[in-house]
T-cell receptor, first 114, second 112 residues
Framework: AQTVTQSQPEMSVQEAETVTLSCTYD???????LFWYKQPPSRQMILVIR??????QNATENRFSVNFQKAAKSFSLKISDSQLGDTAMYFC???????????FGQGTRLTINP | DTAVSQTPKYLVTQMGNDKSIKCEQN?????MYWYKQDSKKFLKIMFS???????INETVPNRFSPKSPDKAHLNLHINSLELGDSAVYFC???????????FGQGTRLTVV
């Protein structure tokens, strides 16, 4: 079974700092996708960034980037120039290619302080 | 125009009651899900339907029964509600060939 582990229950940084959220996963599959979702206090689940396992290049979306280490089964999220609006729960998620089951980590509560 | 819409957003009910949560999507996606988010924020899949057929059923009590009248709707009916059913329930959709899941805004169910 696939598992996703986020080892940081909570993190807190000052506005404009850079923060990295950790995620590791366990699978025997070779083709899969990884995601980071953001859940602000509004409760809405918002896709932040995704990575295809077959791509060596790390995905980037504006201030958000990932460090994907396939051999180490690690998928961390870096938020640069953090903003107050980045305060949210962040979930790492995993999906096997062709499968339907999206598996989530436990989440990391990120607080950006002014 | 909301892509994935759940109703109601909040639901407070007494133990033993039967309630339904509705989900509608206008994305034309083939696959729809119900996820449960507990008080510790953990998201766990409950059910998945593909083109109105049940494809994932994750050891959910029989009191929970999903129903998909058509490809755009996936409703969740819960019988004999218990205190432990209190949670946020998310509907989500995904296009089968694609990967990204789109979520509804969630329904906070409180059983008293």
């Amino acid at each position: 079974a696939q598992t996703v582990t986020q080892s940081q229950p909570e993190m807190s940084v000052q506005e404009a700092e850079t923060v990295t959220l950790s995620c590791t996963y366990d699978t025997s599959e070779s083709n899969y996708y990884l995601f980071w979702y953001k859940q602000p206090p509004s409760r809405q689940m918002i896709l932040v960034i995704r990575q295809e396992a077959y791509k060596q290049q790390n995905a980037t979306e504006n201030r958000f980037s990932v460090n994907f280490q396939k051999a180490a089964k690690s998928f961390s999220l870096k938020i640069s120039d953090s903003q107050l609006g980045d305060t949210a729960m962040y979930f790492c998620a995993f999906l096997i290619q062709g499968a339907q089951k999206l598996v989530f980590g436990q989440g990391t509560r990120l607080t950006i302080n002014p | 125009d909301t892509a994935v819409s759940q109703t109601p957003k909040y639901l407070v009910t007494q133990m033993g009651n039967d309630k339904s949560i509705k989900c509608e999507q206008n994305l034309g996606h083939d696959t729809m899900y119900w996820y449960k988010q507990d008080s510790k924020k953990f998201l766990k899949i409950m059910f998945s339907y593909n083109n109105k057929e049940l494809i994932i059923n994750e050891t959910v009590p029989n009191r929970f029964s999903p129903k998909s009248p058509d490809k755009a709707h996936l409703n969740l009916h819960i019988n004999s509600l218990e205190l432990g059913d209190s949670a946020v329930y998310f509907c989500a959709t995904k296009d089968s060939p694609g990967t990204e899941a789109f979520f509804g805004q969630g329904t906070r169910l409180t059983v008293v």
